[in-house]
């Protein structure tokens, strides 16, 4: 047991961490307590290109444009919670309330070790689940959201 625990590494910052403990805020909507987010991610278009006169037979792969994908939130449903509603509401055409995203993941005291913003937010669509009468799960709503980039901190 004990070379297993040298193997893994006694200090606790040779661990990644774990995915279950994170916070959202949306700067003027507030925290939002949610079970799932995805989404963080930013990519690089491919430019390819080959000069007319080279003497090598192949393209070069160049960065172009930055592009991200959506955001997705996915909470529970609460009884007095309308603060994505509120903010969905306000997305009129071109007229838009642009907010920051900040996704923390914390550590066991709840401090944020790793944090990812998304800038010019705004929400692009909110679903809430479906209903069965049978059903025993909790009500969810998903909001997915349109932002300009990430940036990790």
Partial sequence: MADNVTAQGANTQEWPLPSFYFKVSISNVG????????GLETE???ITYRAGDSPVFTKLKMPGLRKSGDLTIKKGIFKDDKALWDWMNKVKLNTIQREVVTVSLLDESGNPVKTWEAVDAWPKKLTVEGFKADGNTTAF???VIAHEGVSAK
Avoid at 31 to 38: A, K, L, N, Q, T
């Fill in 31 to 38: 925290d939002i307590s949610c079970s799932e987010v995805s």
């Fill in 44 to 46: 690089y278009e491919e």
């Fill in 141 to 143: 709503e998903t909001l």
